[in-house]
């Protein structure tokens, strides 16, 4: 029996309650093909903040490190919202990001038939898109410096830096590149290059990577035309990569494609161990309901499996529990629709798991 060592960090709000589900499907999958998880779990985020002062401590970097994949649920919060900038809640995913060099974010944006009437676009407009999003993760505005805030007359004045290298450039291209080849063969690379000189090396650099590609095809596209076109004509992309900010905004503006944030899951990638975590928030709103979709957090331990263990039918087995309940009628509060039957986080829960056994 193999064995895999998963760091848990379930954050804030619904963030709990998702990754527990997630996690009970990810021990059913797991004893269904014969690998034992071990698992160890730590508070990150606005929970860590409330019991340690910090948003993340050493010790978690250290086990996540040590680990084989680590799995998030969500961070921040209103509470947490006036604290200072380096006591943020945020600052726990920004920390993992860089710590564990994950440079590349998966955002998988897929139109299920069955929920095509959830998502406020014509049924004709998204049916069988199916969109890869590959987002730059640990360099550009996010990460740059200087970033500060100081006082000048009549107020103050904010700086955010925004910059990339070559070689962080290179890589990420590299990984869309490859992806592609397994997919519909076709590259759109989003960027500012009328404006922005970080744009221009980006647009650039990812033409030069693409001569060692002859049979994918590459378009480029400004940021605010993709916007646009991915509600125009969302069909018309396959994998779209781009830069930190612009993936973070246009992955969750294509999640309305599906019409729920609790619908996408996430994997961040890079030298070493990856991070999986569904796309949306904490909802706090909601937490403790016992309503918050779990699907987005299910679907991202499929990912687990599939690029952490290279069990790629394990990752199948969650992928199509998932579309058999759709396919039941089941449906939680975010996508729920006439004719079709309302349950809670632990009824879809539940309904997964009975179709992975």
Known sequence: MTTKKVVILPGDGIGVEVTEAAMKVSNSVAEKFDIKLETEEFSVGGASIDKYDTPIRDEVI??????????????????????????????????????????????????????????????????GCDILIIRELTGGIYFGKPKFTEPIEGGHKAVDTMAYETSEIERISKVAFESAKHRKGKITSVDKA????????????????????????????????????????????????????????????????????????????????????????????????????????????????????????????????IQKVLSNGLRCADIIENGK??????????????EIK
Not at 287 to 303: D, E, H, M, R, V
Not at 341 to 354: D, F, G
């Open 341 to 354: 039957t309302a349950v809670s986080t632990t009824e879809m829960t539940e309904a997964i798991l009975r």
């Open 62 to 127: 250290i086990a996540c490190k040590s680990a084989d994949a680590v799995f998030l649920g969500a961070v921040g919060g209103p509470k947490w919202d006036n604290l200072p900038k380096d006591k943020r809640p945020e600052i726990a995913l920004l920390s993992l990001r860089k710590n564990l060099g994950l440079f590349t974010n998966l955002r998988p944006v897929k139109v299920f038939d069955e929920l095509i009437s959830a998502s406020t676009l014509k049924p004709e407009v998204i049916q």
């Open 194 to 321: 009328n404006i922005l000189v970080t744009s221009q090396l980006w647009r650039q650099v990812v033409t030069d990577i693409s001569k060692h590609y002859p049979d994918i095809q590459l378009e480029h596209m400004l940021v605010d035309s993709c916007a646009m076109q991915l509600i125009r004509n969302p069909k018309q992309f396959d994998v779209i990569l781009t830069e930190n900010m612009f993936g973070d905004i246009l992955s969750d503006e294509a999640s309305m494609l599906t019409g729920s944030l609790g619908m996408l899951p996430s994997a961040s990638l890079g030298q070493g161990v990856g991070m999986y975590e569904p796309v949306h928030g904490t909802a706090p709103e909601i937490a403790g309901q016992n309503i918050a979709n779990p699907l987005a957090a299910i679907a991202s331990a499929a990912f687990m499996f599939r690029h952490s263990f290279k069990l790629d039918e394990a990752g199948k087995a969650i992928e199509n529990a």
